[in-house]
């Protein structure tokens, strides 16, 4: 027998209803925690009131739905199935000729639904909420200024901040070359603790070593003055090489669709961009994870006696497999990107296991 088109939407509705009050309540409690955490970490800024607090800890919001998602999904079927069993509606079910498979295809198909529109649609606007939100972190809780920006296509921007003032840096075009940037193109303003203009640098070719700007070909334009040539400039900073590859965009700041053109830019100037590589095939292989758990929970929560049930012991089994999954994903992620295991295989492995081993517990239910 078949599943009727409206046992599916019944399923599916409820499946929906407790995915989404599971995610409220999990999104509330990493809301009051964050905002705690905020007001700690700025507890020696007095001027930083609990308004901005509480707005960053809203821009933060989107991006930690991504994270938990995964275990919003585990427990919303998990419920729904404990519903089913509990009304006696999965016993009706399965005396019908319904078999644990044609039940399970609503949860699997929204799970996916909601894996795509997460990815495609939730995952930009966080991106864009967590720049505004790391924006705010450097001037309401860190108080200092982002060192690197590297949009796409933009060429590099510096931003170096001392008492005197700050200085902002920007080359067309980078490339890495052994432990030194190589710059095309710079051009340097420096600006007094006002953020008025001080004076302009112009130079064809630059390098940023250990302590050191060098440029060569400089042209120095200070107002009210005579512009002014030098062959060779060196300028001292703070800046490292080091400092620029651990403060570059990170892979939570650019959004899905972002990320691809970010990634061919950001190697075609020498740099590394494994980690972004892995993230983005994490992000395409997530609805997979999801409906994985969906089986995981099927797996846990299925029973052919129900009668023999254990729901309390299931529940804390199947939610100890999701914190596993979790573990193991941060490992392979980690693997994949001291480039240990192939990208591949780092992304798309937790998925993977996840599957094979839920519908490796529901094949012994069913079949078994």
């Given at each position: ?56 800890a ?32 999965l016993t ?15 949860p ?52 170096e ?66 512009a ?75 029973n ?5 049930g ?29 480039e ?12 993977l ?16």
């Open positions: 027998m078949r599943l009727s088109s409206t046992m599916a939407v019944y399923i599916g509705r409820h499946f929906l209803f407790s995915l989404f009050a599971t995610l409220l309540v999990i999104m509330g409690l990493i809301l009051l925690f964050d905002t705690v955490e905020l007001m700690r970490r700025a507890a020696a800024r007095p001027d930083t009131g609990l308004d901005v607090l509480l707005g960053m809203l821009l933060k919001l989107p991006n930690m739905l991504h994270k938990v998602l995964p275990f919003g999904v585990m427990i919303a079927a998990l419920v729904v199935l404990w519903r089913l069993s509990r009304s006696h509606e009706v079910l399965r005396a019908a000729g319904v078999s644990a498979w044609q039940f399970l295809v609503p699997l198909v929204l799970a996916l639904l909601v894996g795509v529109v997460d990815i495609t649609a939730v995952n930009p606007l966080a991106a864009t909420m967590y720049r505004s939100y790391e924006r705010m972190e450097d001037t309401f809780v860190r108080r200092q200024g982002g060192t690197l920006s590297l949009p796409a296509g933009g060429g590099l921007w510096l931003r901040a001392d008492g005197d003032g700050h200085t902002v840096v920007h080359a067309a075009h980078v490339r890495q070359e052994a432990f030194q940037l190589a710059m095309r193109e710079v051009t340097i303003f420096e600006l007094d603790d006002k953020d008025r203009f001080e004076r302009r640098i112009e130079a064809r070719l630059g390098t940023l070593d250990d302590g050191l700007i060098r440029l060569e070909q400089a042209w120095v334009l200070t107002p009210g003055q005579p002014e040539q030098f062959e060779r400039l060196e300028l001292s900073t703070t800046l490292t090489l080091a400092k620029v590859q651990e403060n570059f965009a990170s892979p939570e700041t650019l959004s899905f669709w972002e990320l691809p053109d970010f990634i061919r830019f950001y190697e075609a100037s020498g740099f590394s961009a494994q980690q972004h590589r892995v993230y983005w095939h994490g992000l395409i292989a997530s609805p997979m994870l999801l409906c994985a758990l969906v089986l995981v929970a099927a797996g846990f929560a299925l052919v006696n129900q009668r023999t254990n729901w309390l012991l299931r529940m804390v089994l199947a939610l100890g497999t999701g914190f596993l999954v979790y573990f193991f994903s941060e490992v392979t992620f980690a693997l994949g990107l001291s240990t295991l192939p990208l591949a295989l780092a992304a798309w492995s937790p998925a296991v996840t599957a094979l081993f839920g519908m490796t517990l529901l094949f012994h239910l069913e079949d078994g």
